[in-house]
């Protein structure tokens, strides 16, 4: 395929309560799961929300992994967008779907930017953040 | 549809150069498209990729819009993830169509978070960003 990007859509059902209620730990296991993934980290943001919930993304310079967690049906719905061939959403997803304990998950994935008649190969994005 | 989410994927094609090769006016488009969706804003995070590219998220008490644009493509990637009734996620597809000048366009919305067996209705996520 030539594509620009690939974006995994994460539904995450029954999750383990305190994995992600907490805007902490749920920051932390995001990042980590960047990291495993080898992403490149540019930026972090997460807030929580009163009663609950947390959202955050993690900006990568392959693109970004989203959540958005709603504790009061232990569910939380991921994304991660990636572009370039070096980086592996697929760990990324494994490695969420076991620390936030989901029991039920889905996963489709979405090519992003698709070129159907483009005969040259798509080429990475850069990967060096200027500001 | 008892979903707790809603997710427009938009693929832009064909943009125009200028409209989607600069941070501050890529980060001006997406907070007027976020404001435009009656969105409460909660962060913004922009940066500019070398040699091309933007990426962006708007975090909004609601979700969030992110953005990712390939300028050599003319090609911009926008998530737009909602959750309550009062956003109007198609108001700020359109504003972002045209802002960006996008000739070729495909929108796809999924529903994130459904209960199907659920027969309580779906309460909002609160809105009130307190970390």
Same mark, same amino acid.
């Given at each position: 395929? &030539?594509? /620009?990007?690939?974006?995994?859509?994460?539904?995450?059902?029954?999750? @383990?309560?305190?994995?992600? &209620? &907490?805007?902490?730990?749920?920051?932390?296991?995001?990042? =980590?799961?960047?990291? %495993?993934?080898?992403?490149?980290?540019? @930026?972090?943001?997460?807030?929580?929300? &009163?009663?609950?919930?947390?959202?955050?993304?993690?900006? *990568?310079?392959?693109?970004?992994?989203?959540?958005?967690?709603?504790?009061?049906? %232990?569910?939380?719905?991921? @994304? *991660?967008?990636?572009?370039? @061939?070096? /980086?592996?959403?697929?760990?990324?997803?494994?490695?969420?779907? =076991?620390?936030?304990?989901?029991?039920?998950?889905?996963?489709?994935?979405?090519?992003?930017?698709?070129?159907? %008649? %483009?005969?040259?190969? *798509?080429?990475?994005?850069?990967?060096?953040?200027?500001?």
């Amino acid at each position: 395929m &030539n594509a /620009l990007g690939r974006h995994l859509l994460l539904e995450l059902f029954d999750c @383990d309560l305190d994995a992600i &209620n &907490n805007v902490e730990a749920v920051k932390e296991t995001l990042i =980590e799961a960047a990291k %495993r993934a080898q992403a490149t980290i540019v @930026d972090v943001v997460f807030h929580e929300f &009163n009663p609950f919930g947390v959202s955050g993304v993690v900006v *990568i310079a392959e693109s970004h992994l989203s959540i958005h967690t709603w504790p009061e049906y %232990r569910y939380a719905a991921v @994304d *991660i967008f990636s572009c370039g @061939d070096a /980086l592996q959403p697929e760990v990324a997803a494994c490695y969420l779907v =076991e620390q936030f304990g989901a029991e039920r998950t889905s996963v489709v994935e979405m090519q992003r930017g698709m070129f159907l %008649r %483009r005969t040259t190969p *798509i080429v990475d994005k850069a990967a060096v953040a200027v500001s």
